[in-house]
């Protein structure tokens, strides 16, 4: 079973608004990455940070971590109706070989 | 720079018969993943090659499932005696060899409907 879990299941702003999403994990973890999925299609990376790492951006995103309470935030600035989709996140466990788990995703609708 | 492609895109088949997807990696990528997703969910791990290895294997992967990755290239994944509960979409990811956890470059994934 999935042990990570994404928090809103579902959100809708407008364009121009940022977006946060939540992660949760159970277990120590190597590192945590996020992952966009636009409907029926593969999976596409945004970022990734280590479990020694705190806070990470990426243009318009920044993820940060907080492995005492074994969560991480995206966060989406100034968003966009192209920014529709369904974000993940997949943590690798640590001395879990690469077994990576993913949550059931938020599903973001950007308005124009 | 080709990404990760699998084929076919989609298949419907009847309950009980076989199906077997193709992955192809990128060229360079020592790493091969299948996952599988169904609606709504995030993707779940099936198993994982390095070169042609199968390293790690998940108990979702049941009997009736099987992977190959025979030279170390692309890989086939075999469904026996589909059940109406395969109904999902597989995905295949590679990623190159380096530190644990490298990104993963999925594929556009095979969508499978068992009637």
């Known amino acids: 079973s999935q042990q990570g879990e994404e928090d809103p299941q579902a959100l809708s702003i407008q364009e121009g608004e940022n977006a946060t999403m939540n992660c949760s994990y159970k277990?120590?973890?190597?590192?945590l990455q996020w992952y966009r999925q636009n409907s029926g299609r593969g999976l596409v990376h945004l970022i990734l940070i280590r479990s020694n790492e705190r806070e990470k951006h990426s243009g318009r995103l920044r993820v940060t971590l907080d492995t005492s309470k074994k969560s991480s935030s995206l966060l989406i600035t100034a968003s966009r109706a192209a920014d529709t989709a369904s974000y993940f996140c997949?943590?690798?466990?640590?001395?879990?070989?690469?077994?990576?788990?993913f949550g059931p995703g938020t599903r973001l609708s950007v308005l124009p | 720079d080709t990404g990760v492609s699998q084929d076919p895109r989609h298949k419907i088949t009847k309950r009980g018969q076989n199906v077997t997807f193709r992955c192809d990696p990128i060229?360079?990528?020592?790493?091969l993943y299948w996952y599988r997703q169904t609606l709504g969910q995030g993707p779940e791990f099936l198993t994982y090659f390095q070169n042609e290895a199968q390293l790690e294997k998940s108990r979702l992967l049941s009997d009736r499932f099987s992977a190959e990755r025979p030279k170390g290239s692309f890989s086939t994944l075999e469904i026996q005696r589909t059940e109406q509960g395969d109904s999902a979409m597989y995905l295949c990811?590679?990623?190159?060899?380096?530190?644990?956890?490298?990104?993963?470059?999925f594929g556009p994934g095979t969508r499978l409907t068992v009637l």
């Open positions: 060229s360079e990528h020592n790493r």
């Open positions: 277990t120590s973890i190597n590192n």
């Open positions: 997949a943590n690798l466990r640590d001395n879990y070989g690469q077994n990576f788990v």
């Open positions: 990811a590679s990623s190159p060899v380096g530190l644990r956890g490298d990104t993963q470059y």
